[in-house]
């Protein structure tokens, strides 16, 4: 209604002193009341609504958009919450329970918003039959739409809303279908012959343009008699549980009916103290009986509606209980709904309201009628915001309580895990510092430990080496093979020796070096080994354990390869006389050139040339016999070199004529005697001596040129051996390294995506405790509830 509907209504009589107002009163004073009463309320309903039935609209337009808003953050929670527990840096970030309780919340709240999209204020006329409740609903609106009439008219539930449109419809239950609104009288009429159920539900879309009530979200629904079914339970339960107000239609001719109060009993068991109004309706029927028309006779009209009072009254506080004896006088009306109803068709089509044909009491009757429709716009308003929001409020509050206390959760759990993972980061770049500085002072110590070693190992392989080569001869005397000068037998002969030989070197090495190299070797690679592992983590010590220490100790290998070495050894097993002229002419040589060798150091100092020739008188003392001797012998070196018959010849015809025969003759048979002795004892074991003393000569002056080889190829081998070891432990320390690269990386990425995470749940958070703000002024400004 508008605001000058309620001015007007303010300063308009009081209900009790309209009759007296109207029975007294000349025709024309009473003409002019109502004329100008019946114009203002003309004026009032084309005004633009301002009635209380706004504060619904408003409140329900506001928390939809709250809902929209929670709609919004709850899908926003869900996905940070499913997407924050996915994350590789957000283990235990968010539980499952949170994410499926966020899941709940979304699907409640689109339930919510649902119903609030579908929330009207509901009103539900209740009466027994041809009481008026038609009629009532049809003055309400302006227009008639209901069908009514004379008994029962009403078969079924007819529930009359707004449409966006300019044309009516009606759509019947479990149909989408448009109907012709003019098929109202054949659905609903209960002379129709296609009656329908008396609890099945007729939708009535009327164009909220044509009617201002409708315009404001109200839903009227008017119902079969009460006293012509029996369904009434379930026409409590199907349509009267989300009714805010019940209006009871009531014949003021008559007393409430015990038909009546049962219903209402029934309606408020289930309900909690639902909101009542009663119309004691065809009051005008009652106004217009002839003994009541005189004044005398007012006081007994007063009696009557005294009664009805007192007894609806009685009913709303004692019995129903739902309201106090105060406000109850609020809740009951006596009106005319068919006077009404009129009067309104009349301002729609134009008619001047002169106040002609109006009955007496009209003017009270329809102020009254006008009183409850303002008593019940207030109530209805009110009832509804309370009834309809105020559950889904403290819903909502809930809700996105819920909601921010989860993320807020999150967000407390991201920040500490953020600090968490920074500080294992600081950790492990300290830790990455450390490694990386040992591992290069241990390089260097350990490339200086190498390297002593190398140099040891090579002295004294050189040495045991030298020393081998020394007792050569011990080791050959020890090959016992079968000798024979065969070449073939010779040639296998000299390939056991090879092999012996080398077997034997090598033996006597090992015996010699292998344990104090293999403990040496296995002290370094413990060292280096435990200092190492002080650099991995634990997880890596496990790994260096299966490389070191060696299941079988280090073992140098001593390649001499004697066959290679004395492949170019030529054995001569020929007999050779040792006073022979060649043999002692061979020693005689070796002897000189050692002489020369050893007189090269000596001072160089030129001999002094004879100024005179040498006669007889200046020649040096010297024995006969010495000179004769070196004159042989240059004849017999002279002789062997020309190496021919006339040599020889000359050498022996000279010693002949110096000596003389005898002495030759008896050294000649010495000389014999020798060479037969040593010719008989020439033997296939003297070969094999001589064969021993030859190979002892030939493989020493070989195995002395590889010495140095052989040194550095031992050398070489523990060095590789080192090395290998070290550069294992290196390259489990670089992957150690490499890998606490990658988790400094990994700790700094997921540190950076639970920032992100904690910014987010914390913007979620905030939007929830702003979304929980909204709600409660939403609260305390439409329900006036503080919780």
């Known amino acids: 209604m508008s605001s000058a509907l309620t001015r007007s209504t303010s300063t308009a009589p009081s209900p009790t002193s309209l009759p007296s107002l109207a029975n007294g009163g000349a025709g024309g004073a009473l003409g002019g009341a109502v004329a100008g009463v019946l114009g203002s309320r003309h004026l009032l309903r084309d005004a633009p609504p301002s009635s209380p039935l706004q504060i619904f609209v408003r409140a329900k337009k506001k928390i939809n958009d709250i809902y929209q ?55 539900a006329f209740f009466g027994r ?105 379930d026409w409590i339960d199907k349509h009267c549980l989300d009714a805010d107000v019940f209006v009871l239609v009531a014949n003021s001719e008559s007393t409430l009916m015990n038909t009546e109060k049962n219903f209402f009993h029934k309606v408020s068991a289930r309900l909690s103290k639902p909101n009542i109004f009663i119309l004691q309706n065809r009051w005008d029927m009652a106004a217009s009986e002839p ?35 105060g406000q109850a006088s609020q809740r009951i009306f006596f009106v005319s709904a068919k006077e009404a109803l009129h009067q309104r068709l009349n301002e729609a089509k134009g008619v001047p309201n002169t ?54 959760g999150v967000m407390e759990r991201a920040c500490g895990q953020r600090a968490e993972k920074l500080r294992s980061r600081e950790e492990m770049w300290a830790r990455l510092d450390h490694t990386e500085r040992e591992l290069h002072d241990l390089t260097s110590q350990m490339k200086e430990k190498i390297c002593g070693i190398v140099e040891d190992v090579e002295r004294r392989v050189s040495n045991a080496l030298n020393e081998e080569i020394r007792r050569l001869s011990v080791l050959v005397d020890e090959f016992c093979e079968p000798f024979h000068p065969d070449p073939l037998v010779l040639s296998v002969y000299k390939r056991s020796l090879h092999t012996h030989v080398e077997a034997g070197l090598g033996s006597n090495l090992r015996t010699r070096l292998s344990s104090a190299l293999a403990l040496n070797i296995e002290s ?127 050498a022996l015809g000279l010693m002949f004529k110096t000596v003389g025969w005898r002495l030759l003759a008896l050294t000649g048979g010495v000389y014999a005697c020798l060479y037969a002795y040593e010719r008989l004892t020439f033997t296939t074991k003297a070969r094999e001596r001589t064969f021993k003393r030859q190979y002892v000569a030939h493989a020493t002056r070989k195995l002395r040129l590889i010495v140095d080889l052989t040194s550095h190829n031992c050398s070489h081998q523990v060095q590789q051996e080192l090395s290998g070891t070290f550069a294992r432990l290196c390259r489990l320390v670089d992957e150690s390294t490499s890998e606490m690269q990658r988790d400094v990386r990994t700790l700094e990425r997921e540190a950076g995506q639970l920032e992100e995470a904690a910014a987010q749940a914390k913007k979620l958070r905030n939007k929830a405790q702003y979304l929980a703000s909204e709600l409660e002024i939403f609260q305390q400004t439409y329900l006036n509830v503080e919780d």
């Open 355 to 408: 106040g002609a044909g109006f009955p007496e009491g009209f003017t009270s009757r329809y102020f009254e009628f006008q009183d409850f429709e303002r008593k019940f716009e207030e109530c209805i308003s009110k009832t509804a915001v309370i009834t309809k929001f105020d559950q889904h409020t403290r819903r909502g509050k809930t809700i996105v309580c819920e909601v921010g206390s989860c993320v807020g």
């Open 69 to 123: 808003e929670v709609e919004e953050y709850v899908g926003e929670a869900r996905l940070f919450l499913e997407g924050s527990g996915q994350g590789a840096g957000s283990k235990d970030l968010v539980t499952p329970s949170e994410v499926e309780a966020v899941q709940g919340y979304s699907a409640k709240v689109a339930g919510i918003k649902e119903v609030l999209a579908r929330d009207h204020m509901k009103v």
């Open 524 to 650: 370094s690679q413990q060292e280096m080994t435990n200092r190492m592992l002080a650099l991995l983590g634990s997880e890596k010590r496990e790994l260096a354990a299966t490389l070191l220490p060696r299941r079988e100790p280090f073992e140098v290998l001593y390649r001499l390869n004697c066959e290679n070495l004395c492949a170019d050894f030529q054995e001569d097993i020929e007999f050779k006389f040792s006073l022979g002229l060649v043999a002692l002419v061979q020693r005689l040589m070796g002897k000189a050139s050692n002489r020369i060798l050893n007189t090269r150091h000596k001072e160089s100092v030129p001999r002094s040339i004879p100024l005179t020739p040498l006669t007889p008188s200046n020649e040096p003392a010297f024995p006969s016999g010495q000179d004769d001797w070196s004159i042989i012998s240059r004849f017999a070196v002279a002789a062997v070199g020309s190496q021919g018959t006339m040599g020889l010849a000359l």
């Open 129 to 233: 039959t041809s009481n008026g409740k038609s009629t009532v609903i049809n003055a309400m609106m302006g227009d008639k739409i209901l069908p009514s009439g004379i008994g029962h008219t009403t078969n079924c539930f007819l529930q009359v809303e707004g449409v966006e449109g300019l044309e009516p419809y009606l759509t019947t239950e479990g149909s989408t279908e448009k109907q012709n609104i003019k098929g109202i009288g054949q659905l609903a009429h209960a002379l129709c012959n296609n009656r329908l159920g008396d609890s099945t539900l007729v939708r009535i879309h009327w164009p909220k343009a044509r009617c201002p009530l409708l315009r404001d979200d109200v839903v009227l629904v008017d119902s079969p008699g009460i006293d012509v079914s029996e369904s009434l339970d």
């Open 291 to 325: 003994e009541y028309l005189n004044e005398p006779n007012s006081k007994m009209m007063s009696e009557v509606r005294k009664q009805h009072l007192e007894r609806t009254t009685a009913f709303l506080v004692d019995e129903l209980k739902v309201v106090s004896s």
